[in-house]
C-alpha cells in the first residue's frame, strides 16, 4: 500500500499549558506534505490561555471548507491517559485511519511521522512506536544521568513483568491503525496517566496486533516544565503488575 493513497491521519496533541509551544508545534505538524492531515488538540483548560490560543491556530488554518485542525476542550485535568481516549476516540469518530500520539512540547520530531506512516502502510503493522532504544534512536544530550537511567529502567522493568519485546514501550510518541484502537477499546483502559502508553500497547499486542518500532532522536522540551509528578510515576511502577495479574 503506497503513501500516496492519502490515507486519513489524525495527530491528537494533548494540552496543558502549552501556550508559548503549540504555535511553532502547529505550524510543524501542519506544514507536513501529507494529504488528509489532521490536528487535534485536547486541552484540559490550561490556565495560560493554551485552549485560546489553539482556538485562534484552527481559524487561521482552516478554510476552504477543510478542516485541518480541531480543538476538543475538557473541564477538568484528570490525567494524560484520559485525554488522549477523549481525542483519539474523538478522531476514530470522524473517520481517521491512523491516530498519531504526540507531545506538545517539541520533544517529539515532527518529521518522523511520514516515516511512521509508511511504516505502518509498508508492514501492515498496528502500531508503529517511534523509539528511543532501538538502533538508531537517541535520547538528548541535555537530558541528566538519573532521568536516562530512570527512562531505560522503567522500560526493562515493564517489558521484562508483562513479556513484551517491545523496546521503547513507554514511549509517548506512537501511529495506531484504526482497526487496532477500536479492537483495544480505548474507553476501557484503566490507567489515567502516563502509563497509558504501556497499557495501550500491550492489550494491542494481547489482542494480535503487530507493532514496529521506528528510530527517533527524543529531544528536550522546548519551553516550560515537565507534567511528570511523584504520583504518575508511582502509577507507572504498579501498572505492569496489576496488568500482570490481571492477566492470570
Given amino acids: 500500500m503506497a503513501q500516496s493513497e492519502a490515507a486519513r491521519v489524525t495527530v491528537v496533541m494533548p494540552t496543558y499549558n502549552e501556550a508559548a509551544n503549540l504555535p ?3 505550524e510543524a505538524v501542519l506544514g507536513l506534505e501529507l494529504d488528509g492531515l489532521q490536528l487535534k488538540i485536547v486541552d484540559d483548560s490550561s490556565p495560560d490561555g493554551t485552549g ?3 482556538e485562534e491556530l484552527a481559524e487561521k488554518y482552516n478554510g ?3 478542516t485541518r485542525m480541531s480543538v476538543l476542550h475538557r473541564t477538568e485535568k484528570d490525567g494524560l491517559g484520559r485525554a488522549y481516549t477523549a481525542g483519539m476516540s ?6 481517521a485511519e491512523y491516530v498519531v500520539q ?3 512540547d517539541g520533544s517529539h520530531p515532527v518529521e518522523a511521522v511520514p516515516r511512521m506512516l509508511q511504516a505502518a502502510l509498508d508492514s501492515g503493522a498496528g502500531l508503529v512506536v517511534g523509539s528511543r532504544y532501538v538502533e538508531g534512536g537517541s535520547l538528548d544530550e541535555e537530558w541528566a544521568a538519573h532521568r536516562v537511567l530512570l527512562s531505560r ?3 526493562r522493568y515493564a517489558r521484562a513483568v508483562l513479556g513484551t519485546d517491545i523496546q521503547d514501550i513507554t514511549a509517548g510518541f506512537n501511529l495506531w491503525s484504526a482497526r487496532t484502537l477500536r479492537d483495544v477499546g480505548l474507553t476501557s483502559l484503566d490507567s489515567a496517566g502516563y502509563s497509558f502508553q504501556v497499557e495501550l500497547k500491550y492489550r494491542a499486542v494481547r489482542a494480535g496486533h503487530t507493532a514496529v518500532e521506528i528510530p527517533i532522536r527524543f529531544a528536550e522540551r522546548t519551553e516550560g516544565e515537565s507534567k511528570m509528578t511523584l504520583r504518575t510515576q508511582l502509577e507507572s ?3 505492569p503488575l496489576r496488568l500482570r495479574l490481571k492477566r492470570y
Avoid at 474523538?90 to 473517520?95: P, R, V
Fill in 90 to 95: 474523538a478522531a476514530l469518530d470522524e473517520g
Fill in 237 to 239: 511502577a504498579v501498572l
Fill in 64 to 66: 476552504d471548507g477543510r
Fill in 24 to 26: 511553532g508545534m502547529a
Fill in 153 to 155: 529502567f522503567a522500560n
Fill in 102 to 104: 504526540m507531545d506538545a
Fill in 52 to 54: 485560546r490560543i489553539a
